[in-house]
């Protein structure tokens, strides 16, 4: 079983940054479409970022141009830089690895929580 491992979240303030890491215990990684969701209190969880096993990049509208995903294979490890981070961003982020040829994220992290204070 792969297991996925997200920290980097916290108490940030408006306009700051963080960066969140996720970090794959086994399996082929670098075939892995990795994902970033979040999800808000009272909200359904939203796909945030994904980065392909190519490299190739996907963003929320919400994101685009504030956040980047990327990837480092040889460490197993996806990120996902925040910037210009906003109230509305305040979820509980989780990373999920989608095995090539699947047609769903096949794997989740236990989630981590980022707030952003006004």
């Known amino acids: 079983q792969v297991q996925l491992l997200e920290s980097g979240g916290g108490l940030v303030q408006a306009e700051g940054s963080l960066r969140l890491s996720c970090t794959t215990s086994?399996?082929?990684?670098?075939?892995?479409?990795m994902g970033w969701f979040r999800q808000a209190p009272g909200k359904e969880r939203e796909l945030v970022a994904l980065?392909?096993?190519?490299?190739?990049?996907y963003y929320a509208d919400s994101v685009k141009g504030r956040f980047t995903t990327s990837r480092n294979n040889a460490r197993n490890t996806v990120y996902l830089q925040m910037e210009t981070l906003k109230p509305e961003d305040t979820a509980v982020y989780y990373c999920a690895a989608r095995r090539y040829g699947s047609s769903s994220f096949d794997y989740w992290g236990q989630g981590t929580q980022v707030t952003v204070s006004s």
């Open positions: 086994r399996g082929t990684f670098g075939s892995y479409t």
């Open positions: 980065i392909r096993s190519g490299g190739n990049t």
